[in-house]
Structure formats: structure tokens, C-alpha cells
């Protein structure tokens, strides 16, 4: 795939959007082998959640909210996600407010307010909306998005309603399929959702049209509750 400033944009426009409802993904719900972590009994959400059977449905401010609390206290975590056929792996340390995103269109490493941008032809840089380099450009004017590709942090934004329409199988642990519409910065977009009994979202189908085209998100986390040691690249 040919990237540009054009191509990297609207690389990291859709997944902006069309993770606003989630980070990240699996084509369709099956079984996983077991990753490092998986095992773990993760807590029930300190909110007051509904519990999950097929053909309830909950309202998407309520289930933002229950993962947003049932994801927020743990070691770290890592995925994997496509956008626009551009696949691309993520890692998460909470603790450090850290996040890395690795993708042949550009790649992010952000711990605290630092943020650093790579190209395909480049090295790890400070992040610079103004350089001359358009992918640098484009890479560092959306960093500030990237926290939207977190699954807890992007939960927080869920609207309309969801309905639990099924199961299946996770990093070994039974996940609920939930599916929903809302609204993204003026655009539909359809989400299924893969969340355990506890509402740890453990993958994430989003997809909308954008400008005629369709465009989708695909997240999978690929190992849970174990701690991420993300490394300033310079």
C-alpha cells in the first residue's frame, strides 16, 4: 500500500472515528488460543452493571461506562487492529500512561505528555505537526487522537443502545456479542463488541460509510492484565 500524507490522514481519521466506540479487532467472534495473561480472573466493574444474556439490551452510556471501569485496573495490555486493511499492533501501560501503535503507515509511541512519530523511510522523531515531511506532518498532528485507539478510554464516548445477541470465545473466556449503532462525529457507525462477564472488551468490529466508501475497524486484545514495557525510542 502506498502511503502518503493523504493516505496516513485518512488512515487515522477513520480509525479516530470509527474508534470513538471502541481501539481496535477480529473479523468474527471465534476461539482463541490462550494468550499470556488470559487465564487471570479479572474484578467485576465497581458499577452497578446489568448482567449480560442473550436478547438484553443496554443502554450505550451504561456499557461504555462498565468497560471503561472493568478495563481501568490492570497491568496493561496488548492488541492488534486493522484499519482499512492496514493492520497494525498496539500496546497499553495505564500506569504509565503509555501507548504504542506499530503500523506499516506510521507508527506512535506516546508516555505522558511525549509523543514520537516514525514514517515507513524514517527514524523515531519528536513529534512535529510543522515538518516538512508529510507523513511526519499528518503522524503528528493526529497523536493527539491516539488515545481514542484505547479500548477503556474510547468506551467512554458509547451512545444509543446495545443488544446482546449471542456468544463466543476469547483468550479462552466466554465473551458476549453486543451490537449497536451510534453516532461518530456525524457518522453512523455499526458496532459488535466482544466483552466478558466482567465487560473487559476483548474485541471490537466497528464499521461506517465515510465519503462512499466502507470503511472498517477491526481490534483484538491479544494478551490482557500483563504490564507493557513501552520505552521512549530515542
Given at each position: 500500500?502506498?502511503?502518503?500524507?493523504?493516505?496516513?490522514?485518512?488512515?487515522?481519521?477513520?480509525?479516530?472515528?470509527?474508534?470513538?466506540?471502541t481501539?481496535?479487532?477480529?473479523?468474527?467472534?471465534a476461539?482463541?488460543?490462550?494468550?499470556?495473561?488470559?487465564?487471570?480472573?479479572?474484578?467485576?466493574?465497581?458499577?452497578?452493571?446489568?448482567?449480560?444474556?442473550?436478547?438484553?439490551?443496554?443502554?450505550?452510556?451504561?456499557?461504555?461506562?462498565?468497560?471503561?471501569?472493568?478495563?481501568?485496573?490492570t497491568?496493561?495490555?496488548?492488541?492488534?487492529?486493522?484499519?482499512?486493511?492496514?493492520?497494525?499492533?498496539?500496546?497499553?501501560?495505564?500506569?504509565?500512561?503509555?501507548?504504542?501503535?506499530?503500523?506499516?503507515a506510521?507508527?506512535?509511541?506516546?508516555?505522558?505528555?511525549?509523543?514520537w512519530?516514525?514514517?515507513?523511510?524514517?527514524?523515531?522523531?519528536?513529534a512535529?505537526?510543522?515538518?516538512?515531511?508529510?507523513?511526519?506532518?499528518?503522524?503528528?498532528?493526529?497523536?493527539?487522537?491516539?488515545?481514542?485507539?484505547?479500548?477503556?478510554?474510547?468506551?467512554?464516548?458509547?451512545?444509543?443502545?446495545?443488544?446482546?445477541?449471542?456468544?463466543?470465545?476469547?483468550?479462552?473466556?466466554?465473551?458476549?456479542?453486543?451490537?449497536?449503532?451510534?453516532?461518530?462525529?456525524?457518522?453512523?457507525?455499526?458496532?459488535?463488541?466482544?466483552?466478558?462477564?466482567?465487560?473487559?472488551?476483548?474485541?471490537?468490529?466497528?464499521?461506517?460509510?465515510?465519503?462512499?466508501?466502507?470503511l472498517?475497524?477491526?481490534?483484538?486484545?491479544?494478551?490482557?492484565?500483563?504490564?507493557?514495557?513501552?520505552?521512549?525510542?530515542l
Amino acid at each position: 500500500m502506498r502511503v502518503n500524507k493523504w493516505g496516513v490522514g485518512v488512515i487515522l481519521a477513520a480509525a479516530v472515528v470509527l474508534t470513538g466506540c471502541t481501539a481496535g479487532g477480529s473479523d468474527e467472534p471465534a476461539a482463541s488460543t490462550p494468550a499470556s495473561g488470559a487465564t487471570q480472573e479479572t474484578e467485576a466493574p465497581s458499577t452497578d452493571c446489568p448482567e449480560l444474556t442473550e436478547g438484553a439490551t443496554i443502554d450505550g452510556t451504561e456499557l461504555g461506562a462498565c468497560i471503561a471501569d472493568a478495563m481501568s485496573d490492570t497491568a496493561g495490555y496488548a492488541g492488534k487492529t486493522s484499519v482499512m486493511g492496514v493492520e497494525s499492533t498496539a500496546r497499553f501501560n495505564p500506569s504509565e500512561k503509555a501507548i504504542e501503535s506499530i503500523s506499516p503507515a506510521g507508527s506512535l509511541i506516546a508516555i505522558g505528555d511525549d509523543v514520537w512519530v516514525k514514517s515507513p523511510q524514517t527514524d523515531w522523531q519528536p513529534a512535529d505537526p510543522s515538518s516538512s515531511d508529510p507523513v511526519i506532518a499528518a503522524l503528528s498532528s493526529s497523536a493527539a487522537n491516539i488515545t481514542s485507539l484505547d479500548p477503556a478510554t474510547a468506551a467512554q464516548a458509547l451512545t444509543g443502545e446495545f443488544t446482546v445477541t449471542g456468544t463466543g470465545e476469547r483468550l479462552g473466556e466466554k465473551v458476549h456479542l453486543l451490537t449497536g449503532t451510534i453516532e461518530q462525529q456525524g457518522t453512523e457507525v455499526e458496532v459488535l463488541f466482544e466483552v466478558t462477564d466482567d465487560y473487559v472488551n476483548l474485541a471490537s468490529t466497528s464499521t461506517a460509510s465515510i465519503e462512499g466508501q466502507s470503511l472498517e475497524v477491526a481490534m483484538e486484545i491479544t494478551e490482557w492484565d500483563v504490564k507493557q514495557d513501552i520505552v521512549a525510542p530515542l
